[in-house]
Every structure is written in structure tokens, then in C-alpha cells.
């Protein structure tokens, strides 16, 4: 079943939303060679308790940790430690949550730590948040849930790689829904599959959390001995991108952009609903 929320309900999912891109710019500014992956957690939980809010990874399924850091090859679900210590030229996925009042933020970026990346890494990360657009932009009254995975594939698919070959969509993990918990009905794919059909249509109060992970190579992964820590197989570099999205009457909301997802779903054409905290 698929938890449809009122407008009240979503403007509380705003302002976890907001919890969670504070946490991102604060995980950001940090992300600097000689940082371990330990310090962005400590400064993750520092927000969180700044605006009164509480983790939702924290002890969900038994993760250790505030957020999740995963660094190069690590796709998702990366543990904080302190012995992963950042250096010039990585990358880092960032994925962060919060919750307000029984109500869950949810997003994730990925950055750059230091300078000197190569174009093929600059270009991984814009494909990968460009296609994250993509599908937010696809989140409309009356469309279908496989529209959102199209949309996202769609965008990946016509990217050329700096370096040849294509991009690997990750296909064991995805965007979902999200509300009172934070992985929820539906499980969204990046990509387009038959045997998922169509999907439920979206109708106003629909909340997912929208999130491509894409890499350099192949499209699978495996799981470490930690249980938590994802690679991909190949041992290729990846991006994550996520945000937590609402539908209303007037559009989509981006509950986890500090300006609602205003300016850059302009730039495609659609127009964010407005934002019930403003």
C-alpha cells in the first residue's frame, strides 16, 4: 500500500527535508583531504541534534552510524570509520536522513574531495544528478510510476561516457517511498523493466525518494562482510544522488532542497509547488 499524505503532513516532511540538506551542506564543507569518514558523521549528528530532530539510520536494521559515506568503488551503504581517511582526487556519496515529529527526510550527493578530478569523474556525478532531475521532473499528477524510472534511464542512457563504453545503472537498489517510515511502498527502479509493469499512478500526497546510483562500468554490486558496505563488482568508481520528493496539487516539492527544487526544475520546464513553509 502505497501512504498517501495531506498537506500538513507534507509540510513536516519539509522541514525534515530541511534538516537533511543542512546535514548536507555541513557534510560538504568537511569533505577535505585528511577528514576521516568518522569526522562527517560526528558533524551529521551535530545537526541533528542542532534543529531537534532525530537519525533515522542510526540504528536502522543495526547500521552503526548517522550517515552513510561511501568513498570511489563504494556505491552505497559505506560505514563512517576511522580509518577511511579522505584524500585529494576521491570521491564520496553522502547520504543522509532525519526525522521530525515521526516524519522522514531522506537524500543523498555526492562530492568531491579536493581538486585535479579527471572530466570522466566530473561527468559521472552531473550524469548521475542530471538523470535524479530527470526523474523529478517526471513526477506528475496522472503519471505513472514507471514514467519516473523512464525518465531517469532515459537521461543515462544518451550520455556519452568521456572515456567510451556506457554507464552501469546500479539494479539492486533504487528509490522508494517514504512518510511515516523511511523506505516505504513502492520500490522505484532506475531503469525501465517489464516485468514491473507500469506501477501505481501518482496522485497528489505520493512522497519517494528519487535516487540513481550510477558507475563507470558494470550495473552490479556485491555486499562486504560488514553486511552493509556495497561495491561494485568491477571495482569502478560510482555516484549517488537522492532526493526526497512530494506531489501536490500544484506539482512536485522537493522536501530535501532548500529552495524546494525551484530553480532547477525551472531550468526543465516544470514548476515547483510552492512551499508550505515559506
Not at 496522472?142 to 519516473?148: E, S
Not at 546500479?170 to 512518510?179: A, D, L, P, R, T
Not at 537522492?242 to 522537493?254: D, M, N, Y
Request: proline share 5%; hydrophobic share 40%.
Amino acid at each position: 500500500m502505497v501512504q498517501i499524505k495531506t498537506p500538513e503532513q507534507i509540510a513536516k516532511m519539509r522541514e525534515a527535508g530541511l534538516v537533511v540538506a543542512a546535514i548536507h551542506a555541513a557534510t560538504r564543507e568537511a569533505a577535505v583531504p585528511g577528514a576521516t569518514t568518522r569526522d562527517l558523521d560526528e558533524v551529521a549528528r551535530k545537526v541533528i541534534a542542532d534543529h531537534g530532530a532525530k537519525s533515522n539510520f542510526l540504528g536502522y536494521g543495526g547500521f552503526p552510524a548517522t550517515i552513510c559515506t561511501s568513498v570511489n568503488e563504494v556505491v552505497v551503504h559505506g560505514i563512517p570509520d576511522e580509518k577511511t581517511v579522505l584524500k585529494e582526487g576521491d570521491i564520496i556519496s553522502i547520504d543522509a536522513g532525519a526525522i521530525v515529529d515521526g516524519w522522514h527526510g531522506d537524500a543523498a550527493f555526492t562530492a568531491f574531495v579536493g581538486d585535479g578530478h579527471a572530466p570522466e569523474l566530473l561527468e559521472l556525478s552531473r550524469v548521475t544528478e542530471e538523470s535524479m532531475w530527470a526523474g523529478i521532473a517526471a513526477m506528475k499528477n496522472g503519471n505513472r510510476l514507471v514514467d519516473i524510472s523512464r525518465a531517469v534511464e532515459t537521461y543515462i542512457r544518451r550520455q556519452p561516457r568521456p572515456a567510451g563504453g556506457k554507464y552501469g545503472i546500479i539494479e539492486e537498489y533504487g528509490g522508494h517511498g517514504i512518510g511515516t517510515e523511511m523506505h516505504m511502498d513502492p520500490h522505484l527502479l532506475n531503469y525501465v523493466t517489464r516485468k514491473r509493469g507500469k506501477g501505481p499512478k501518482l496522485v497528489p500526497g505520493f512522497c519517494l525518494a528519487i535516487e540513481p546510483m550510477v558507475s563507470l562500468g558494470t550495473p552490479h554490486t556485491e555486499v562486504l562482510s560488514d553486511d552493509w558496505t556495497v561495491i561494485t563488482t568491477d571495482g569502478t568508481w560510482s555516484s549517488h544522488w537522492e532526493h526526497s520528493v512530494a506531489l501536490t496539487e500544484k506539482g512536485p516539492l522537493v522536501l530535501t532542497a532548500v529552495d524546494g527544487g525551484r530553480a532547477k526544475l525551472a531550468e526543465l520546464g516544470v514548476t515547483a509547488a510552492p512551499d508550505p513553509l515559506a
